[in-house]
């Protein structure tokens, strides 16, 4: 069965704290690993597209990698305001646009 | 451009009654998704649309909920009748095929 599992579910760090997010799967076969932020009463927001073991993308303070296994969202000196749910979820091969959701990790940062 | 656009954004009814989430995707999108979020089983698919045509429907729970696409710029995702048990959080997000999905801001439906 496709799995996707995020570790830690909540985490609490001091601003300027940097730390990683891991996001590990167990699927058939994988098309692309996609990163989402959300917000309390919001809809989640689109971070980065992953596609290949190896692979990196940036954006701002974050850092999102990629293994055969599981992808890590590093999070470089953090502020108040990168405290949010982080998503990671996975898009199979074949299996059109679907995408299978891990539960999220609960980030607090604190000044 | 507007984002997906989710209306209402709020909903409370009473067990029994029929229920319908309104969803305007964003304009060029040819993939539609509606999604269900609660504490216990975080973020579900339940049916998504290609070209107007529903592709997978396997996480709709059961025959109470009922979706639909008449064309590209509206969905609809019906409950009826509705329980206690559907009270969540539905999202809509729409893509160009195979690329990010756009979440709307959600409907916090609750039935009592």
């Known amino acids: 069965e496709d799995q996707v599992t995020q570790s830690p579910e909540a985490l609490r760090l001091q601003e300027g704290e940097s730390s990683s997010l891991n996001c590990s799967y167990t699927?058939?076969?994988?098309?692309?690993l996609f990163w989402y932020r959300q917000d309390p009463g919001k809809g989640p927001e689109f971070l980065f597209t992953?596609?290949?073991a190896g692979e990196e993308k940036e954006k701002e303070r974050l850092k999102a990698t990629l293994t055969k296994k599981e992808s890590f969202l590093h999070i470089t000196a953090p502020k108040p305001e990168d405290s949010a749910t982080y998503l990671c979820?996975?898009?199979?091969?074949?299996?059109?646009?679907?995408?299978?959701f891990g539960a999220g990790t609960r980030l607090a940062v604190h000044p | 451009d507007a984002g997906v656009i989710q209306s209402p954004r709020h909903e409370v009814t009473e067990m029994g009654q029929e229920v319908t989430l309104r969803c305007k995707p964003i304009?060029?999108?040819?993939?539609l998704f509606w999604y269900r979020q609660t504490m216990m089983r975080g973020l579900e698919l339940l049916i998504y649309?290609?070209?107007?045509?529903?592709?997978?429907d396997s996480g709709m729970p059961e025959d109470r909920f009922s979706a639909k696409m008449p064309n590209a710029s509206f969905s609809t995702l019906k409950i009826q009748p509705s329980e206690p048990r559907d009270s969540a959080v539905y999202f809509c997000?729409?893509?160009?095929?195979?690329?990010?999905?756009?979440f709307g801001p959600g409907t916090r439906l609750t039935v009592t």
């Open positions: 979820a996975v898009q199979l091969r074949g299996g059109y646009n679907k995408l299978i």
């Open positions: 992953l596609y290949s």
């Open positions: 699927v058939s076969g994988l098309r692309g």
């Open positions: 304009s060029g999108h040819n993939s």
């Open positions: 997000a729409s893509s160009i095929q195979g690329d990010e999905q756009y």
């Open positions: 649309f290609n070209n107007n045509v529903p592709i997978d």
